[in-house]
């Protein structure tokens, strides 16, 4: 048993350290340069030995986004833990998506490629589900808050399930991220702020779903007090 157990910590430390050096060298030639021959001469292995931890390239880019997971359920759960109302806080699950994007922006380009459907279905069913899983706890999360918001009275679901209201949220949030890094479209269609716009949309959304109390989106400056109240109290004070 404890040569198994040895086995499998050596297994585990040489696959972090195979993410390790992807890592760097994402960050040093790009992500699209990523070669898994120069990630196994980086950590003065064979390139067989890499292909034993990761089927392929895209097995190893879906297993490094699933790694930086973590960054991202962190932020959710400070938000979940904020001594604030149910909509305000479902209004900061988008804010703190945002703080992903802005503070990991290696790991939010990474995550979007991952998920493409040519990455995605030619990465191994095994990695797969270790993402679907590592991902899991994002939706729970969000999920809880409604399910708060219905018992406290702040919301009625009207026929939807709490992850099925949680999908319209999402879709806005993550629609925004890939529409607002896409260089040059946004400014061909004079949009200047994308993520504020994706905020007062979000407050319309809510609105419409007739969760209390209701927000007027067009009242900019309140937008911006809101903002700047979660940063301050969940996010140490960074805008």
């Not at 499998?8 to 993410?19: D, I």
């Not at 960050?27 to 890499?50: I, P, S």
């Not at 729970?140 to 919301?155: K, M, N, T």
Request: positive net charge; charged residues 25%.
């Amino acid at each position: 048993m404890a040569i198994r157990q040895r086995r499998l910590r050596e297994v585990a430390n040489r696959e972090c350290l195979f993410l390790d050096a992807a890592r760097e060298l994402i960050c040093q030639d790009g992500l699209l340069n990523l070669q898994m021959a120069r990630v196994a001469e980086k950590c003065d292995y064979a390139v067989g030995t890499l292909y034993q931890h990761f089927a392929s390239k895209e097995d190893l880019l879906v297993a490094l986004s699933t790694a930086n997971m973590q960054h991202r359920v962190d932020l959710f759960r400070r938000v979940a833990a904020w001594k604030a109302g149910t909509r305000d806080r479902m209004f900061g699950f988008a804010v703190a998506d945002m703080m992903f994007v802005r503070r990991h922006p290696e790991h939010f380009r990474l995550a979007q490629l991952a998920s493409t459907e040519v990455v995605w279905n030619a990465a191994s069913p095994q990695r797969r589900q270790t993402s679907l899983a590592a991902s899991r706890p994002l939706g729970r999360i969000v999920e809880s808050v409604v399910e708060e918001a219905v018992r406290c009275g702040d919301l009625k679901l009207r026929g939807l399930k709490p992850n099925e209201l949680c999908l319209g949220a999402w879709a806005l949030t993550l629609g925004t991220h890939d529409i607002a890094h896409i260089e040059g479209l946004l400014e061909q269609n004079n949009v200047r702020d994308p993520y504020r716009l994706m905020l007062r949309h979000l407050q319309h959304l809510l609105n419409g779903l007739e969760w209390k109390p209701r927000f007027d989106p067009s009242n900019t400056a309140a937008l911006d007090r809101k903002v700047k109240r979660l940063c301050r109290e969940v996010f140490d004070g960074e805008l």
